[in-house]
Every structure is written in C-alpha cells, then in structure tokens.
C-alpha cells in the first residue's frame, strides 16, 4: 500500500520559510515523478513543483519559482519543499504527490505533469500552511 506522509507545516508571517516533507512508502521509489501541489478554500488544486525521483530534474509553477526549492533523499524516501519569501497568497492545503506511472523526465519536469489529473496520483494526506500579512 502506497503512503505518503506530509509534514512541517504551520503558520508564519510574511517574508518568512517553511520547510514541508513527504516520507513516501509501501512502493519502489525513484522511478518517476513526485510533485507537490495546493489547494486554497474555494480555489482549484494548483501544482507548484515537481522533481524527477531517478536523476533530481525540478520543475515550478510560475507563481513559487525563486521561492520555492523542491528536493529529495533517495536513501530516506523522502521530498521536501523549502518555502522561501512566503506571502499570504501561499496560504493553502499542501499535499504531496507520487505519479502512479513511470514517466520520463520532459513530463515531469514540464506544467503538464503539474495539470495533471487527480487520478494519476497517490496523493498524502496534507499539511496546512498559514501565511499572515
């Protein structure tokens, strides 16, 4: 079974970092593409970044690049997301993805794979994150 575990969100002020991670498990991991994606109240899921597991490739959305740092530790099964210069419009649901497919790097690291349907995912349970102005 599948499992993807989020954390180290919180509430931070403006101009401020948050660091998330995402112990994946239950799966071979590396072998495709991990992403984090947002959902604020009353808006549509937006991806932000995404990573290609087997060789580190990275990809942003518009709205978090030269904020936003995706990584990852193979050793651990882990992705993180280092939030930079947060602004009150980061204020979301942040989940963490693993597609259920192997893909190749120009997807993963492209904004299709961050438009990519819900189904192609497993999806962890969130971690919220509160920006304040």
């Known amino acids: 079974q599948v499992q993807l575990v989020e954390s180290g969100g919180g509430s931070v002020q403006a101009g401020g970092s948050l660091r998330l991670s995402c112990a994946a498990s239950g799966y071979t991991y590396g072998g495709t593409c991990m992403g984090w994606f947002r959902q604020a109240p009353g808006k549509e899921r937006e991806g932000v970044a995404s990573?290609?597991?087997?060789?580190?490739?990275?990809y942003y959305a518009d709205s978090v690049k030269g904020r936003f740092t995706i990584s990852q530790d193979n050793a651990k099964k882990t992705v993180y997301l280092q939030m930079n210069s947060l602004k009150p419009e980061d204020t979301a649901m942040y989940y963490c993805?693993?597609?259920?497919?192997?893909?190749?790097?120009?997807?993963?690291?492209?904004?299709?794979?961050?438009?990519?349907?819900?189904?192609?995912?497993?999806w962890g349970q969130g971690t919220q994150v509160t920006v304040s102005s």
């Open positions: 993805a693993a597609d259920k497919f192997n893909r190749l790097i120009g997807y993963c690291t492209s904004s299709s794979y961050l438009q990519s349907p819900y189904e192609n995912h497993y």
């Open positions: 990573i290609y597991a087997p060789i580190g490739g990275t």
